[in-house]
């Protein structure tokens, strides 16, 4: 069975920054071969893309709303995937999920990941 675990959210004023991390574990599963992705639900809203990684970690591709401010990452030997945020703004406020695509690279596109972790709650202030 397949998990991914989320953590490091939290309240930050505007301006601020978090680093978000989501571990992967399973008794055979590694993110090594597969692009992972992270989205985020605010309330009221629809999940939305926020950014997404090749399996290699040589390709990567933004939400417009995060370009420049949004770094995703990640550490093939560690099972981890990492999302830093700057800049923090008040609308970045959402539930924020890891996914695990289906295969070597991926886009926005929800239905391009088959694991999906439980979700760390940001919020951001005013």
């Known amino acids: 069975q397949v998990q991914l675990v989320e953590s490091g959210g939290g309240l930050v004023q505007a301006g601020g920054s978090l680093s978000l991390s989501c571990a992967a574990s399973?008794?055979?599963?590694?993110?090594?071969?597969?692009?992972m992705g992270w989205f985020r639900q605010a309330p009221g809203k629809a999940r939305e893309f926020v950014a997404a990684?090749?399996?290699?970690?040589?390709?990567?591709v933004y939400a417009d709303s995060v370009k420049g401010r949004f770094t995703i990452s990640r550490d093939n030997a560690k099972n981890t995937v990492y999302l830093q945020m700057n800049s923090l703004k008040p609308e970045d406020t959402a539930v924020y999920y890891c996914?695990?695509?289906?295969?070597?690279?991926?886009?926005?596109?929800?239905?391009?990941?088959?694991?999906w972790g439980q979700g760390t709650q940001v919020t951001v202030s005013s």
């Open positions: 990684i090749s399996w290699t970690g040589g390709s990567t």
């Open positions: 399973g008794r055979t599963f590694s993110i090594s071969s597969y692009a």
């Open positions: 996914a695990g695509a289906r295969s070597r690279y991926s886009g926005s596109y929800p239905s391009e990941y088959a694991y």
